[in-house]
């Protein structure tokens, strides 16, 4: 299982808090070795310059005149250890009872503990019989402590807010470019607006509206070339059709094989103009698929049980819909056999169109096979009718669907989900 946050700004926030915990890792470790340690070193220094002069005062004198001046200077003074050590010892208090031993002269310690309410080192004094002095730290460290750790977490936080920000400046516009991305592959031209964001998300969009536009020029420039050759072709297919009527002697089976073949270029012409504008320049509108069905079935050369409801509205392309309905019904009747059955039903918020043969079926390879454009199946023809179909499912945010039957035929399964 991946842990990792898969977003911009989970990334960034991961990022920018494995730096602050570095950061205060190190800060941690460089702040003992360049400040704490040495620090310690001079108080330690300090502390036992101060012994040698506390304890030469009460050799010189006496040991209760020195406890005497040590309070006049505003020290605790006590004939006994100091109570039991602070619960929470700062890093730099341990660094000094760490150093104390090798720093001090011998028959001095260092212990910690408390006066009144601030933190105090209490110093042993090399004196008979031994006396203790407390030297008072500044009782606010802990509150200094706090302020450090607002002031880290603060600055987590504004960090995170900028990462926030920039995730925010960052993805809109890269949602929004591929939320367009469909139709920018398309040739379509999507309203992306004033492309906001950084320079290199506004160059990506120039791009690909750039790219956007040139698939767009071709395939107007295919569409024209087409609508040239089908006009050049279908010309003199017009005329060999008429020629052959008018052959005084000719055989009538070889008439009517020439006329079929003339019929089948046509279709061929039609499939491939078909396949080629692919239904990207119709524009949807509001249609009852219970109607398209009806005539597409009306309209074939076998006879179909039709099952459909009394109204099927939607939004789509109607000429897309109809040829791909179209292709379905000629794909069953040219590769299978009756009894031919066209069912249109809900699905959810999707409209299911079934057309069912009793034919041999495909195995689930071929049915993956066919899909593709100019895969042919026995029955010879383009191989284009179910790419064609394939392509105006996935304009309409659906999907074509190949099953077989039990016991045996094909169930070719049209998903739209148009509004």
Known sequence: ??????????????????????????????????????????????????????????RSQSRDRAAEHLRR??????????????????PFMRELLEQAPQQLDPGREVRLGRVGRANAVWLKLDTQPALWASLAFDRRGDGVLRFS??????????VWLAAAYYARRLVLPLRRLARSAPELVRGEAPELGAMEGPREVQELAQVLTEASDEVREAAQERSLMLAGISHDLRTPLTRLQYAAELLPE??????????RDIA?????????????????DEAAEP??????????????????????PTYAPMIGKPMALLRAVENLLVNAQKHGAPPFCL????????????????????????????RQPFARGEGGGTGLGLAIVDR??????GELRLSPRSPQGLSATLVLRGS
């Open 392 to 397: 105006v499912a996935r304009q309409h945010d």
């Open 287 to 308: 249609l009852d698929l219970a109607v398209l069905c009806r005539n597409a079935a009306s309209a074939s050369e076998q006879t179909w049980r039709l099952e459909t």
């Open 149 to 158: 750790v607002l002031m880290l977490c603060a600055g987590a936080a504004l």
């Open 1 to 58: 299982m991946n842990l990792l946050p898969r977003s911009v700004f989970g990334q960034l926030a991961l990022v920018i808090g494995l730096v602050l915990l570095g950061a205060a890792v190190l800060a941690v470790a460089l702040g003992r070795e360049l400040a704490t340690r040495p620090a310690a070193e001079r108080l330690l220094r300090a502390m036992d310059g101060f012994a040698d002069v506390a304890e030469e005062l009460a």
């Open 250 to 259: 000719a055989d009538p089976e070889l008439r009517a094989g020439m006329h």
């Open 343 to 370: 069912r249109l039903r809900r699905e959810g918020e999707a409209w299911r169109i079934d057309v069912e043969d009793g034919g041999p079926g495909l195995s689930a390879r071929d049915a993956e096979r066919v």
């Open 264 to 280: 089948e270029i046509d279709a061929i012409l039609s499939q491939f103009i078909a396949y080629a504008r692919d239904g990207r």
């Open 73 to 90: 200077a505003g020290l605790e003074v006590s004939d006994a250890p100091p109570p039991s050590p602070a619960p929470r010892v700062a």
